[in-house]
């Protein structure tokens, strides 16, 4: 599985931390976000290093679908009751100011990263929803027009569109704004305290730091795990499939999602929540969507991703915790991650600069009203639910009735495992017990990955951490 962005793109490799050093800054994360902020603050004269567990740009980066558009979706009627109209219209202004620093970053340094200036369209069939959101997307500052969209697959009757947003490939803007800076590529960061990183290899004092690691991994203080999960969605990169342009995305959460790049349409949908795919069938489904809509059509690739959901539905960008003013965030880009990105690389190299920001109090970590405090009493519920609800079952299935290619948890002894019997037979068995914080994995056929309903970790059929905020892999299991 790898996206189109991988495959027509290689980042120079860099060196891991092999001494201890000092920085003024240290950012955790060489994704869209760490590698963005990293570059505003060394233009505004910081010293600062980029610390990265794997390659530069090899997390959900790698995997986005890359429209830059402050379109978030159907989503202006829903953040104006959740914010009110004031901090609701900075949201959207931080997201078009985000599309115009791209656009002048691009400009200026002359990165070929493919980047078209492009419509954005929300997609639907509810009249009287599109209308009432097509207003609020206009109350918010956005040049929101409700046009007819019968020309798109699945035929829906309008559609909102906001000229003049884009799309770009986000490996060869990662590769050309990495490029003067120094990160330490395979040193994952294994513990933070205080103005000490500590990984395998040395230690960095740094007088800031900066988690953009996508989940952030440390609990406490923070709680980030009890205000946010993760969500997975699928893409199938189609040759031969003649579609509107334009970058479309549904109203409703079934919807699709499309955009060109080149002579490809990117189909992305199947969207769930991380953990909880042990049915299976996200390819399947999109693969049947293609042949209905693109008869002739070929697939080139396909990959999936998963980004990190805010109870509230605004990301969290700015002081880590009260208690830590000289950590910062950037995370819970809920799969608007790349206007996110900017727009977090604006903000924290304002606040590490000492700077005014009118964004600081939309995007504050600390924010904590009734209307959030609603959201995290229910992530937590779940994340409980979903620990309670199986860690002590006992399940029926045993490892000898597993057909090749499929896994799930068997029954071992008096306990239970994680197993998978791969296409030869063999068997590869995992304690199923999450690292993070203990919840139970679920097998997902669509990835053969193990993933946590909790949080969103995900670890190979070996056990082998692909994803945080888990920062290790999976004991072995025995059969
Ligand atoms: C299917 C899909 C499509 C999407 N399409 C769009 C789109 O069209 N437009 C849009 O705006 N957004 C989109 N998004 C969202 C966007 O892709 C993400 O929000 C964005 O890529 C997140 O970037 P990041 O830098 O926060 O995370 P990442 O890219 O995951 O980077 C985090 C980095 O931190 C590293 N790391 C983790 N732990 C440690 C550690 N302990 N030490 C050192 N390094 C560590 C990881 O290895 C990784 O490289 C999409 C998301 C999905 C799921
Ligand atoms: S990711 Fe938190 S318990 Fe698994």
């Known amino acids: 599985m790898e996206s189109i962005w991988s495959k027509s793109c290689d980042i120079p490799r860099r060196e891991a931390l092999k001494k201890s050093i000092r920085t003024e800054v240290a950012v955790i994360g060489a994704g869209m976000a760490g590698i963005l902020t990293a570059a505003r603050l060394q233009k505004a004269g910081r010293r600062v290093v980029v610390l990265e567990a794997n390659r530069i740009g090899s997390g959900q980066t790698r995997n986005t679908t890359a429209k830059l558009t402050a379109q978030h979706g159907c989503f202006a009627k829903q953040l104006t009751e959740a914010l009110g109209p004031e901090k609701a219209r900075l949201y959207v202004q931080a997201n078009k100011e985000a599309i115009d620093a791209f656009r002048t970053l691009i400009q200026a340094e002359g990165i070929a990263c493919d980047f078209e200036t492009q419509s954005a369209f929300v997609y639907g069939n509810d009249e009287a929803r599109m209308k009432q959101e097509a207003a609020a997307q206009r109350k918010l500052g ?25 799309q770009f490939h986000p490996l ?46 440390v609990n406490v203080p923070g709680f980030y795990f009890a205000r946010m999960h993760q969500e997975r969605s699928y893409v199938l990169a189609l040759e031969n499939a003649p579609c509107p342009s334009g970058m479309w995305i549904g109203a409703e959460p079934a919807g699709y999602s499309f955009r060109h790049y080149g002579d490809l349409l990117l189909l992305g ?4 929540r991380t953990g909880e795919n042990s049915a299976g069938g996200r390819y399947a489904l999109l ?10 059509s070929r697939e080139a690739a396909h990959w999936s991703a998963q980004d990190c959901m805010p109870a509230d539905g605004v990301p969290y960008i700015g002081r880590f915790s009260a208690g830590r003013p000289d950590w910062y965030v950037a995370t819970g880009f809920q799969k608007w991650g790349m206007t996110g990105s900017m727009a977090a690389a604006t903000l924290l190299c304002d606040l590490i600069c000492g700077k005014q920001s009118p964004y600081a109090r939309v995007f504050d970590p600390g924010r904590f009203d009734t209307k959030a405090a609603a959201g995290i009493a229910k992530e937590g519920l779940h994340a409980v639910k979903g620990l309670g609800r199986r860690i002590f079952q006992i399940p029926a299935l045993q490892a000898e009735d597993l057909p090749r290619g ?64 888990a920062q290790r892999d999976l004991r072995s299991g025995r059969t």
């Open 269 to 272: 949908g199947g969207g769930h």
């Open 142 to 166: 956005l040049p929101a027009a409700l046009v007819r969209a019968k020309a798109l697959p699945g035929s829906p009757e309008y559609a909102i569109r906001v000229e003049n947003q884009a």
């Open 406 to 469: 499929h896994g799930g948890v068997v029954k071992a002894g008096a306990g239970k495992l994680g197993v998978c019997r791969d296409d030869a037979g063999g068997l590869h068995a995992v304690d199923i017990r999450c690292p993070h914080l203990g919840c139970q994995l679920e097998w997902n056929p669509d990835e053969a990955s193990w993933d946590c309903p909790c949080h969103g970790s995900r670890f190979d059929r070996e056990g082998r951490l692909i994803s945080g905020p």
């Open 172 to 217: 060869k803007l990662l590769r050309a704004v990495s490029e003067p800076l120094t990160v330490y590529e395979n040193t994952p960061v294994r513990r933070v305290e205080g103005h000490i990183l500590t990984t395998e290899g040395g230690q960095v004092r740094a007088d800031r730091i900066v988690f953009a690691c996508h989940y952030p991994f």
């Open 287 to 296: 693969r049947k969507q293609a042949r209905e809509w693109f008869p002739e």
